[in-house]
T-cell receptor, first 115, second 116 residues
């Protein structure tokens, strides 16, 4: 186990609703990243936070937003859910300045289904 | 556009035989290179990485990977496959500080099936 925990593990929401996913980083890790993994595909980078500030963002619309807290835990918020948002959402934490060669440690993911 | 390619959707290997899972990349600069493994309904687990130095990198569970700069490849290998190695394998790259891209870019994954 990596020490990165995500909640909830599964979630079903209705189109148009809002959802908040949570991530607790591995102890001491100050960088957290969020990824969307559709079925049968590789993860797609959503955004990254370093010391509570957004440090990079992938090609996702503004209705995907996030937060990182002083204890380095994090939230991913998605507004106005669409059917295509159904996916596995992965949180990863790492230690150090973003862009270095440190590996990321992943949580088990949250499976979001939008109906 | 920067990308990572895993040309094989699936690789089938008999237990005890050597395995290779291929990865090539098209990323500017000299990126960091990673391999991760994903078991069903689980998150991604780090296997190994290339930062600098020896082109042959050794990682977890007996896996190793060979970096080839001229071919921009980072193939994952294991001398003797186990049934328990059956999983989904992802190659990922990240730009170095100062590069235009420092995010992890992922391949689409290769399903590895080890048959007894």
């Amino acid at each position: 186990e990596t020490g990165v925990t995500q909640s909830p593990t599964h979630l079903i929401k209705t189109r148009g609703q809002q959802v908040t996913l949570r991530c607790s980083s591995q102890s001491g890790h100050n960088t957290v990243s969020w990824y969307q993994q559709a079925l049968g595909q590789g993860p797609q980078f959503i955004f990254q936070y370093y010391r509570e500030e957004e440090n990079g963002r992938g090609n996702f619309p503004p209705r995907f937003s996030g937060l990182q807290f002083p204890n380095y835990s994090s939230e991913l918020n998605v507004n106005a859910l669409e059917l295509d948002d159904s996916a596995l959402y992965l949180c990863a934490s790492s230690l150090g300045v973003p862009g270095q060669g440190t590996e990321a440690f992943f949580g088990q993911g949250t499976r979001l289904t939008v109906v | 556009a920067q990308s990572v390619a895993q040309p094989e959707d699936q690789v089938n290997v008999a237990e005890g035989n050597p395995l290779t899972v291929k990865c090539t990349y098209s990323v500017s600069g000299n990126p960091y290179l990673f391999w991760y493994v994903q078991y069903p309904n689980r998150g991604l687990q780090f296997l190994l990485k290339y930062i600098t130095g020896d082109n042959l990198v050794k990682g977890s569970y007996g896996f190793e990977a060979e970096f080839n700069k001229s071919q921009t490849s980072f193939h994952l290998k294991k001398p003797s496959a186990l049934v328990s190695d059956s999983a989904l394998y992802f190659c990922a790259v990240r730009g170095r500080p100062g590069d235009s891209n420092y995010q992890l870019i992922w391949g689409a994954g290769t399903k590895l099936i080890i048959k007894p």
